[in-house]
């Protein structure tokens, strides 16, 4: 059964993150936090997959490390989730360019620029009400770097420091249901979710669901609005730079800052750049949001 070989490694294995309080403490304060696998030198990897039929090989012959990934959420409290109708239900997505998604704009293409967004941001973001049959948007998302490539880099943007380059008016236009979501290319399905915020207020901070292929204006006021927050994410002096090497992973709030990578080409050759993405959320589902709840707690709903 998918993800369940690497769920038991990962229940067994030895711990990863070896103060997990500070290690929360310093994403929940920063925004991300930039880490190291233990002894990632002792694995052994295949070729880095060109074809997305070769993740069940990938899994099977890099399980221990797989494992390992998923035990570093475990011990610092992040639930690991897949979402229905996306990576066929592994928990584990190869970011890394596919023949297959070649023209995409997604983590498993190469030739386009993958400009700043929140993944799956068409689900609920935190603030807005609970949906007891429908998954959330992941609280995190973690980068494990298996191969690098020269001059392509993970970046990422704080909103906060984002919004502080907009006036009030257009955070107040962000923050009206005034704007339609398309569901990522990574899914199989491609549906469109409207009258939804970019921006959600909650406990005195903002969370996002901005998408800068994704999100669109369904008024001439949110449509203003979002195109003064593309631009501003597009000024390089927000972008932090994460230098990923091999063995060293970045987790971050998805919802709490933009992530993007700028364009390559790749060459499929078993060579070519390639990362590990597992989403995390805060809090065990509940039981009714999940898939198949009779054989996996990790597998969310999303329709």
């Known amino acids: 059964m998918v993800n369940q070989s690497i769920i038991a490694k990962a229940r067994q294995g030895e711990a990863q993150i070896a103060m997990p309080h500070d ?18 030198e002792g694995y052994q990897l295949t070729d880095t997959p060109v074809m997305p039929d070769f993740a069940n090989y990938v899994e099977k012959h890099n399980g221990d490390l797989h494992g390992a990934l998923l035990r570093a959420h475990f011990d610092v409290g992040l639930w690991p989730v897949v979402y229905e109708g996306e ?26 620029d993958f400009y700043p967004h929140v993944d799956n941001p068409d689900l609920r973001i935190t603030g807005e009400a609970i949906k007891p049959r429908l998954g959330c948007c992941p609280d995190t998302l973690t ?29 107040t236009d962000l923050k009206r249901p005034e704007f339609q979501v398309r569901r990522p290319e990574s899914f199989e399905n491609t549906i469109v979710i409207k009258s ?12 996002s669901r901005f998408d800068w292929h ?7 006021a949110a449509e203003h609005a979002l195109e003064k927050l593309r631009h501003t994410t597009l000024n390089n002096e927000l972008w ?34 390639w990362l590990l993405r597992v989403f995390g959320i805060f809090n065990k589902p509940l039981r009714t949001q999940l898939l198949t709840p009779e054989s996996c707690e990790h597998n969310l709903r999303t329709v």
């Open 23 to 40: 290690f929360k403490q310093s994403l929940l304060q920063n925004g991300y936090i930039v880490w190291k696998l233990h002894d990632f």
């Open 143 to 171: 980068l494990l770097c298996l191969r690098d490539e020269p001059g392509v880099n993970t970046s990422i943007l704080l909103i906060d420091e984002v919004l502080k380059r907009l006036d009030v008016e257009t955070i």
């Open 87 to 112: 990576n066929n239900g592994h928990l584990i997505r190869h970011v890394c360019p596919l023949l297959t998604k070649a023209d995409t704009i997604s983590s498993q293409g190469g030739a386009h």
């Open 240 to 273: 932090h730079n994460v230098p990923l090497v091999p063995g060293t992973a970045v987790t971050f709030l998805n919802q709490r800052t933009l992530h993007t990578r700028n364009a390559f080409t790749p060459r499929y050759d078993g060579t070519d750049r």
């Open 214 to 220: 994704n999100v669109s204006g369904m008024t001439k």
């Open 196 to 207: 939804l915020p970019v921006l959600v207020k909650h406990k005195g901070l903002y969370y």
